[in-house]
Nanobody, 122 residues
């Protein structure tokens, strides 16, 4: 059974940085594209970033391009999301998952973890 454990969230001021981690167990991520999603209060979960199984290609939502960087370490079975220049509108619970892309839409294909809360104060 696959488990995804997100960590690294916290409270940060606007303009600050955070690095999120997602540790997978029960299945190797090396053959899967992986991604990050987020869900703000009262809103639907939305796509943030994805990285190809090889790590060679990355994809970002327009709202985070140039500020967020996704990476994966297959040896550690971990996915990362480096976030800089954070804005209050980045406040959300962040989740990782294996992903599949269909057109411009991305879907999580494994079960969801508990997520990690990111709060950006103005």
């Amino acid at each position: 059974q696959v488990q995804l454990v997100e960590s690294g969230g916290g409270l940060v001021r606007a303009g600050g940085s955070l690095r999120l981690s997602c540790a997978a167990s029960g299945r190797s991520i090396s053959s899967y594209a992986m991604g990050w999603f987020r869900q703000a209060p009262g809103k639907e979960r939305e796509f943030v970033a994805a990285i190809a199984w090889s790590g060679g290609d990355t994809y970002y939502a327009d709202s985070v391009k140039g500020r967020f960087t996704i990476a994966k370490d297959n040896a550690k079975n971990t996915v990362y999301l480096q976030m800089i220049s954070l804005k209050p509108e980045d406040t959300a619970v962040y989740y990782c998952n294996a992903v599949e892309g269909l057109g411009s839409t991305w879907y999580g294909t494994w079960g969801w973890g508990q997520g990690t809360q990111v709060t950006v104060s103005s």
